[in-house]
């Protein structure tokens, strides 16, 4: 099957460390996008990629590190120097054109304890 | 600045219909998406508009005005299974995507 894929569903980590989130698609997509979504609030951009090796800052990325080695790939490190890091995480993926579909993965929820 | 403005929160009775607006100011334009979204969920695609007019799929039916910055989201004989978020997002000039806050759909029997 085709789509996207994040793991863990739920995560748990003690306050101060670093954490990171995967993501992997297998649709061929170019660009690929994180997301951060808090309770009742709408999504926020955090990073983005459109081609390998390359990666740009969204509206929050304070606090948070990607990298882009491989197309499928995609993974979100979350430091300790974000302040407010507990929050539902998106990943997503598109091709270029406009009218280009937005897929999402099912979300990984973090729990900074 | 680039802006999508959706209600927060519609009320809607089973059976009946609702419609949700968004309105949008961006650099460019390049296409509008409806997205459905469930609590604790991921977002899942509804629609597409780039010209203007109305896309009709099953019970849901979507509507663009270019030169107004408007669409909005039309849905019928309403079912318990509707609630749910519904996120505009709007393609800009660089083919990026720009999200609305969402509209909270709630259904009462």
């Known amino acids: 099957d085709g789509g996207i894929t994040q793991s863990p569903k739920y995560l748990f980590r003690k306050e101060g460390q670093n954490v990171t989130l995967s993501c992997e698609q297998n649709?061929?997509?170019?660009?690929m996008y994180w997301y951060r979504q808090d309770p009742g609030q709408g999504l926020r951009l955090i990073y983005y990629?459109?081609?390998?090796?390359?990666?740009q800052k969204g509206d929050i990325a304070e606090g948070y590190s990607v990298s882009r080695e491989k197309k499928e790939s995609f993974p979100l490190t979350v430091t300790s120097a974000q302040k407010n890091p507990t929050a539902f995480y998106l990943c997503a993926s598109r091709g270029l054109a406009g009218a280009d579909t937005q897929y999402f993965g099912p979300g990984t929820r973090l729990t900074v304890l | 600045g680039q802006n999508i403005d959706q209600p927060t929160e519609m009320t809607a009775t089973e059976g009946a219909i609702v419609q949700i607006n968004c309105t949008y100011q961006t650099s460019g334009f390049n296409g509008l998406f409806w997205y459905q979204q469930h609590a604790g969920e991921a977002p899942t695609f509804l629609s597409y508009?780039?010209l203007d007019g109305l896309e009709e799929k099953g019970r849901f039916s979507s509507f663009l005005s270019r030169s107004k910055g408007y669409s909005y989201l039309l849905l019928k004989e309403l079912q318990m299974k509707d609630s749910a978020s519904y996120l505009c997002?709007?393609?800009?000039?660089?083919?990026?995507?720009?999200w609305g806050a969402g509209t909270k759909l709630i259904i009462k029997p």
């Open positions: 649709l061929n997509h170019d660009a």
């Open positions: 997002a709007v393609t800009d000039s660089n083919y990026q995507l720009i």
């Open positions: 990629s459109q081609i390998v090796n390359d990666f």
């Open positions: 508009n780039v």
